[in-house]
């Protein structure tokens, strides 16, 4: 496997509408994703077959996570475990997150 390094930080500008999906990574069984949002999500329910781990990086969001409101601010991530049905309903413009997709079984601490 190649080397490969990067910065979160560069090329961060919100997208007019939704989110930004930048994959930083594919392991073995596990993908690791760079998301940046604008002010203005599209609201897609998500109903994944794999699980999630996401820390917001920067900003603020609010999310709809199996029917319970969510609050996430700078520091703050969840572990979604497959089949977690959730959206995002807000978020401010230029919130940034960094999200782990895997294929294996998940355990939070």
Same mark, same amino acid.
């Given at each position: 496997m190649a080397i490969a390094r990067g910065n979160l930080f560069s090329d961060d500008a919100a997208p007019p509408a939704g989110e930004r999906f930048d994959q930083l990574a594919a392991l073995a069984g596990a993908r690791v994703e760079r998301i940046v949002s604008?002010?203005?999500?599209?609201?897609? #329910?998500y109903d994944q077959d794999h699980d999630e781990w996401v820390v917001l990086l920067r900003g603020e969001a609010e999310l709809d996570v199996a029917g319970q409101r969510v609050h996430l601010q700078s520091g703050d991530w969840l572990m979604l475990p497959a089949r977690t049905r959730h959206r995002? #309903?807000? =978020?401010s413009?230029?919130? #940034?997150?960094?999200?782990?997709?895997?294929?294996? =079984?998940? =355990?939070?601490p």
């Amino acid at each position: 496997m190649a080397i490969a390094r990067g910065n979160l930080f560069s090329d961060d500008a919100a997208p007019p509408a939704g989110e930004r999906f930048d994959q930083l990574a594919a392991l073995a069984g596990a993908r690791v994703e760079r998301i940046v949002s604008s002010a203005r999500p599209d609201g897609e #329910l998500y109903d994944q077959d794999h699980d999630e781990w996401v820390v917001l990086l920067r900003g603020e969001a609010e999310l709809d996570v199996a029917g319970q409101r969510v609050h996430l601010q700078s520091g703050d991530w969840l572990m979604l475990p497959a089949r977690t049905r959730h959206r995002v #309903l807000s =978020t401010s413009s230029g919130a #940034l997150w960094l999200a782990v997709h895997s294929s294996g =079984t998940a =355990t939070a601490p």
